[in-house]
């Protein structure tokens, strides 16, 4: 059924054929996503925290809430594109009112599918509901110039001249801030698959789950409806849906959870750590727990999915009831090596090193008390600590195994907050770079020698990734860098190493970054 928006409005701006203007129509989708939009703009709120609310108070549910969500998301993910065009389009500069919604218009025309008479006469239809009536005037006459031409169109007018400034082009044609381009190709190291990368990077994520060992299983998640994951043998995947209304997810025996986080938490509890035991384990910058809730799990039950054995799993303690004890003897001392490798036993993965059998347990800390607090709640048997991990309430030395999950800008994960490339300052790397080199220090001092410390990013800038942990090697003897790929021989095309680099279009991940560093002496 057609709304009264569009009904009657193909190109003539609103008006009826009397060239009255019409009743604006109250089309709660629509208003829900402007709202958003302001929103983030006026007072910088959170689009994904504040559109769920404004739908639940709404009651605005099924096709119009998936509405709300594809223009209010996809409007915020591509503004850098649109202002070009719009600016394009306009003889003056918008109010910041009549911008947002020519965003909205703008984004409908150009990257939905929603057909160009609807577009300009339900986005005219707001404005003179929530703005005025000149106001509509001016973004029905913005709108009817931007609906002219196709994107592909107008990315050649709007964008530089690839030739001339290919950062700029990829920048203004694919909606990202051009210092993100710059640090995607630098990282990249050529710019070859930007255009993939930066098409990825603008893709709503589907919710990926995690089952935590021990607590939940994968089979528990796809028998709610997901999908089997791609990598990681405890993630599965979510179509669509509320994952909090699955069992295993409210009950915190299974979390949202990134397939690359699973991953890099996973990588650690494979590295061999030597003879001096296995049994300390400490994630320094833990909240709001996600890694610490797979650490804490694999801890206590072991790597269920990468025992080899039956009997392996029985002694790691492959139920939801008890926490793991450790026989010390199904981990292989070398990556893939066969004692210990799944290979080795009955049908298990075959290409998985070192999977642990359980009997650990983790300390986690966090620096604020709110989310130390949320890491409690997520974990069932780790010591959660509020603390600064620059000034370290643990003993030196003591670690088998330390999780640095560091404060990073977040570049790789900007799928996953709409506004959030927009509002990243690279003015902060500098600062951020210092606490990483601080952080990485003390991770490696408190962890004993032959243990291992791995130090993560959600952020694939060489500012925050090789260029810390480069610095902090060349001023320590007491370390080495492992081939972090080695530990995780499922995933292909993680770079050329030593560190393992995650890609949204290579993997289907955030763009995590993890190196794996050993305490030497
Ligand atoms: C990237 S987040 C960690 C995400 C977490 N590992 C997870 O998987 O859910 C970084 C965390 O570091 C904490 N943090 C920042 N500075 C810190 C410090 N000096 N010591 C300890 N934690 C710190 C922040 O509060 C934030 O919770």
């Known amino acids: 059924m057609k709304t009264r928006g569009q009904q009657g409005s193909g190109g003539r701006g609103g008006d009826d054929r009397s060239g009255r203007p019409r009743r604006p129509s109250r089309d709660p989708a629509r208003n829900a996503a402007y709202d958003v939009v302001r929103a983030v703009d006026e007072r910088d709120a959170y689009a994904n925290l504040l559109l769920p609310r404004l739908l639940r108070e709404r009651g605005i549910k099924g096709r119009d809430a998936a509405l709300a969500t594809e223009l209010a998301y996809g409007t915020l993910r591509g503004l850098g594109t649109y202002d070009a065009i719009i600016e394009m389009c306009s003889d003056r500069a918008p109010d910041p009112d009549v911008r947002d919604a020519l965003r909205l218009g703008a984004h409908q025309l150009l990257r939905m599918r929603v057909p160009p008479h609807a577009a300009v006469g339900t986005t005219v239809d707001l404005?003179?509901?929530?703005?005025?009536q000149g106001a509509a005037k001016f973004?029905?006459?913005?709108?009817?110039k931007i609906g002219s031409r196709t994107l592909e169109e107008w990315v050649p007018i709007v964008a530089p001249d690839p030739a001339d400034d290919p950062v700029g082009h990829l920048a203004v044609a694919y909606g990202h801030p051009r210092w993100i381009v710059s640090a995607f190709r630098d990282a990249l190291g050529s710019s070859d698959e930007m255009a993939e990368l930066l098409d990825a990077d603008n893709a709503r994520p589907l919710v990926t789950l995690v089952s935590r060992p021990g607590r939940s299983s994968v089979e528990e998640l796809l028998d709610a409806g997901a999908l089997p994951g791609r990598y990681s043998p405890y993630a599965a995947y979510l179509r669509e849906g509320d994952p909090g209304q699955i069992e295993a997810v409210a009950e915190t025996r299974a979390a949202?959870?990134?397939?690359?986080?699973?991953l890099v938490a996973l990588a650690l509890t494979r590295v061999p750590v030597g003879g001096d035991g296995d049994e300390l384990w400490l994630d320094m910058c833990a909240g709001p727990g996600g890694k610490a809730g797979l650490l804490d799990a694999i801890a206590d039950h072991g790597d269920l999915a990468g025992l080899r054995s039956e009997a392996d799993r029985r002694a790691a303690g492959d139920d939801a009831s008890r926490p793991g004890t450790s026989d010390g003897g199904t981990r292989s001392d070398t990556p893939g090596s066969g004692a210990g490798s799944?290979?080795?036993?009955?049908?298990?993965?075959?290409?998985?090193?070192?999977?642990?059998p359980g009997g650990a347990r983790v300390l986690a800390a966090d620096v604020q008390y709110h989310r130390a607090r949320l890491v409690w709640q997520t974990t069932r048997?780790?010591?959660v600590v509020t603390a600064d991990g620059?000034?370290?309430?643990w003993r030196p030395g003591v670690f088998d195994r330390v999780m640095l999950d560091a404060?990073?800008?977040?570049?790789?994960?900007?799928?996953?907050r709409p506004e959030a490339r927009w509002r990243r300052d690279p003015a902060g790397i500098a600062d951020l770079g210092k606490l990483q080199r601080r952080l990485l220090e003390t991770a490696l001092d408190a962890v004993r020698p032959g243990g291992v410390v791995a130090y993560v990013t959600c952020s694939p800038h060489l500012a925050e990734t090789r260029v810390v942990v480069g610095d902090v090697l060349a001023r320590r003897k007491d370390a080495e860098q492992l081939?972090?790929?080695?530990?995780?021989?499922?995933?292909?095309?993680?770079?050329?190493?030593?560190?393992?680099?995650?890609?949204p279009h290579r993997h289907g991940t955030d763009a995590m970054f993890l190196a794996l560093l050993r305490r030497t002496s």
Not at 127 to 132: E, F, N, Q, S
Not at 342 to 356: H, K
Not at 491 to 499: C, K, M, N, T, Y
């Open 390 to 393: 620059t000034e370290p309430a």
């Open 139 to 144: 973004v029905n006459a913005v709108l009817r």
């Open 381 to 383: 048997s780790a010591s």
């Open 256 to 262: 949202v959870q990134d397939e690359a986080s699973q």
């Open 483 to 503: 081939d972090a790929r080695a530990y995780l021989p499922e995933v292909e095309a993680l770079g050329d190493g030593p560190h393992a680099q995650f890609w």
């Open 342 to 356: 799944p290979a080795a036993g009955g049908g298990m993965r075959s290409d998985v090193p070192g999977a642990f």
């Open 407 to 416: 404060p990073c800008t977040g570049l790789g994960a900007l799928r996953r």
């Open 127 to 132: 404005v003179r509901l929530r703005i005025g």
